[in-house]
């Protein structure tokens, strides 16, 4: 699986690593169980796996409003994208 994944343009052009950096490898991790591993691999997969749940569903049932809580997880994400990849430019 790991033979097919999208190389990251950013790191190719620039050298460094995007604020996506490391998502294909946790999704892969997931899948394999390794659920610790892909935490340390990518830290917002736990919250972008609900977010994108409630997204498909407020397109699905669109008699309930996901509204706040897509937003609350968007802003979740965005904390720990943003916190994580700060984290790898300074200690790595």
Excluded: W
């Excluded at 490391?22 to 591993?37: N, S, T």
């Excluded at 049932?61 to 609350?72: A, E, F, L, P």
Aim: glycine residues 6%; aromatic residues 20%; hydrophobic residues 50%.
């Amino acid at each position: 699986m790991e033979d097919y994944m999208i190389p990251c343009m950013s790191k190719k052009l620039f050298g460094m690593d995007c604020m996506g950096c490391g998502i294909q490898r946790a999704i892969a991790l997931l899948l394999k169980g390794e659920f610790e591993a892909a935490f340390y691999m990518y830290p917002a997969i736990y919250t972008l796996l609900p977010f994108f749940l409630f997204v498909g569903l407020s397109f699905i049932d669109k008699s309930r409003n996901y509204h706040k809580t897509i937003v609350g997880f968007a802003i979740i994400t965005a904390i720990l994208m943003v916190t994580s990849y700060f984290y790898k430019v300074i200690y790595y």
